[in-house]
């Protein structure tokens, strides 16, 4: 057993489970030393039940944390069918809004109707405090006491316009499922907190298994601030190079194709185009 490789397999896991040393310590029933020891490769062959723990705490299954191959088991193990595209793709990262889902403009419409607001004037607050709604510095609570104050309403409901006002992209479901069944795929989104979730719950998100979920509101930046490719890059556990960012904005894409990722950019009104592109660059 290579313990270098299976340490850095066991801290992606618990990274891309959203836990911390301790947390994931107090869930697989381990200590701290021991853990930190495992992922840094300074236990010699660790035991399989302490793998099988930490496997079941990170929701990963264990065949994937050993690097259990199927000529082993007689199966194939998670991964051995994911492709490398002829373009050296192995890992697709999507943006939500304006590539999974259509963007919520006619949120403002609706809240314009409800609370006799000047058309652009609900626009201008939302996009005034976004970038700080999505990096966590605002609460979902304060941009709503901010709408309330500058529309002269009371129990205004940010979350509920824009769910009531999303929907999933055409065509956008039947090609992230090709992507999952070939490739490891992720989500990449500047998003409000609590937001991806709510969609997912909606099946607005195309429901795969997502093997990295970087939310913007929990990493504390926005794209196209360079710590986010870096935490997203980390997540995906490969190479630069070996990354697909599909997005609709330009700055988020020229971000990533300075990080040394590779990109496509998605047109929301020809999404059946966009798609045809990204599945060139993934041809295998």
């Known amino acids: 057993m290579d313990e270098r490789a299976l340490g850095k397999r066991l801290q992606l896991a618990r990274k891309r489970a959203g836990l911390t040393q301790q947390e994931l310590c107090q869930k697989a029933g381990l200590s701290y030393s021991t853990l930190a020891k495992i992922e840094r490769g300074a236990i010699r062959t660790p035991s399989v039940f302490t793998v099988a723990h930490i496997a079941a705490a990170t929701n990963t299954p264990l065949e994937e944390l ?3 191959k199927g000529a082993v088991l007689g199966a194939p193990a998670p991964g051995d069918s994911k492709k490398r595209s002829k373009t050296g793709v192995r890992f697709v990262y999507f943006d ?15 809240i314009t109707e409800d609370t006799g607001a000047r058309a652009d004037l609900a626009e201008n607050l939302f996009w005034r405090n976004n970038d700080d709604l999505c990096s966590g510095k605002l609460s979902l609570e ?12 009371s129990g205004f409901d940010w979350k509920g316009y824009y769910m009531d006002s999303v929907e999933a992209m055409p065509e956008i479901k039947e090609f992230v499922e090709w992507c999952a069944e070939h490739y490891s795929v992720g989500l990449l989104s500047n998003t409000a907190p609590g937001f991806l979730d709510e969609m997912r719950s909606r099946g607005l998100i195309p429901g795969v298994d997502y093997a990295a979920v970087v939310d913007s509101s929990k990493i504390g930046a926005i794209k196209p601030e360079p710590k986010i490719y870096e935490v997203a890059r980390e997540l995906a556990g490969v190479e630069p190079n070996e990354i697909l960012l599909i997005d609709n904005e330009r700055p988020n894409l020229t971000a990533a ?6 990109v496509v950019s998605f047109d929301d009104f020809d999404p ?3 798609i045809a592109v990204a599945k060139q660059i993934l041809a295998f």
């Open 96 to 110: 939500v809004n304006g590539v999974l889902v259509r963007f919520f403009h006619q949120a403002f419409t609706r």
């Open 66 to 68: 050993l690097d259990i």
């Open 257 to 262: 194709d300075r990080a040394g990722w590779q």
């Open 272 to 274: 059946a185009q966009s």
């Open 142 to 153: 304060q941009l709503n006491e901010i709408f309330d104050k500058e529309l002269n309403t």
